[in-house]
């Protein structure tokens, strides 16, 4: 990997040693790459405007850049023109929502993440067993009103470790936990734990659903907060698993965390007293926003910059099935199961 070339000092800070812990894997994860190539790529081929049902994924700069292109962000499908295309986001919609938009004629792209389809269908599977389903997450949450949305008569939401005492099921022999993908790892195995003194049998989801993404920036931020007077994490208010990585941090050590959206929100005054600062970014952060960071930084005294790493990451996902489809038929040749294709060049263009 390169590190980012730091900015010139233009009034170095008092305190020797001072440097940043950067931890990696950071910022853009599969799934919201994925979803961000969806829209750009539909802007080229179809033209704008591509309509989008809610943020394709939670950061504000990425909306921002993509709204400059002409996609048009909706909240929901009624707000779409009869007939037009409108993209279904990284977090994933409910059947419910799949029939509003056959139901006003819209052509769908879905950028569901296919991490986020894979809950899905566990939920499908253990509805269709007559499991009660304690769905661990966010409720509100678009991603957990999707995932509920598939079977509503048979999941409840379970926020946190104090909501374990509330939940009611008919049978305590049949009961399985799923979870949003985004949480933080110790506190959803915390409920676990208190579910499963409830419900002894409680059956286990058949692989992980907190996706890897989502772990490997929180194990990155266990190694790298430990010692840090600072830890910045970069993403937006609205991004669950950033939120978490502010959370983790605290835990593992740090002095202080805050979160920010953008290197404009960052306050000199964090940094009065401290000498090793520790950087990261959420699963929807692109790449230039943790650069204006480090330029920041580098600017209050903070040029050395160490990386810690933890996971090399080299997933990637083929485009939604409906987009590969149009682009191929547009090339004169079949539609491949599979599409190398380009990395979004978001973090290329910013507004
Ligand atoms: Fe998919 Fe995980 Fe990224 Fe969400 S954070 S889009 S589930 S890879």
């Not at 029939?99 to 899905?120: G, N």
């Not at 253990?126 to 949305?149: K, N, P, R, S």
């Not at 049949?174 to 790892?185: A, E, G, P």
């Not at 040749?333 to 910013?350: E, G, N, Q």
Request: hydrophobic share 45%; with cysteine.
């Amino acid at each position: 990997m390169t590190l980012p070339a730091p900015a010139d000092v233009v009034s170095p800070a008092p305190g020797a040693g001072r440097r940043v812990r950067l931890a990696s894997p950071r910022g853009y994860c599969a799934g919201v790459d994925r979803a961000v190539i969806a829209v750009e790529k539909a802007l080229e081929h179809y033209g704008a405007p591509v309509y989008v049902r809610k943020e394709i994924v939670h950061n504000r700069h990425v909306v921002a850049t993509l709204a400059a292109r002409g996609a048009v962000f909706v909240a929901e499908t009624d707000e779409v023109p009869e007939g037009a295309r409108v993209v279904f986001s990284a977090h994933g919609v409910s059947p419910a929502v799949r029939a509003a938009a056959v139901a006003r004629s819209l052509f769908t792209i879905d950028a569901t993440c296919p991490l986020v389809t894979k809950v899905h269908k566990e939920a499908v599977r253990f509805a269709a067993e007559d499991y009660d389903i304690l769905l661990i997450g966010h409720a509100g949450h678009e991603e957990v009103e999707g995932t509920a949305g598939e079977a509503p008569a048979h999941i409840q939401v379970v926020n946190s470790p104090d909501d374990v005492a509330f939940v009611q099921v008919r049978d305590p022999d049949r009961v399985v936990w799923i979870s949003q993908t985004t949480l933080s790892v110790d506190e959803t195995m915390d409920t676990v734990r208190k579910l499963r003194e409830r419900f002894p049998n409680l059956a286990d989801p058949p692989s992980d659903d907190i996706c890897y993404a989502t772990q490997n920036r929180q194990v990155a931020v266990k190694k790298m907060a430990p010692g840090c007077d600072v830890v910045v994490v970069v993403g937006s208010a609205n991004s669950s698993n950033s939120v978490r990585l502010v959370e983790v941090a605290l835990e593992s050590g740090a002095a202080a965390a805050y979160r920010i959206d953008t290197a404009e929100e960052l306050d000199p005054a964090w940094f009065d007293d401290a000498t090793v600062v520790g950087l990261t970014s959420g699963a929807s952060v692109p790449e230039i926003l943790v650069r204006d960071v480090l330029d920041r930084l580098s600017g209050l005294g903070f040029a050395d910059v160490e990386e810690v790493r933890t996971a090399t990451e080299d997933l990637m996902f083929s485009l939604p099935r409906e987009l590969r489809a149009d682009l191929s038929a547009a090339e004169g040749r079949p539609a491949p199961r599979r599409r190398v294709r380009p990395r979004s060049t978001v973090d290329i263009h910013p507004v």
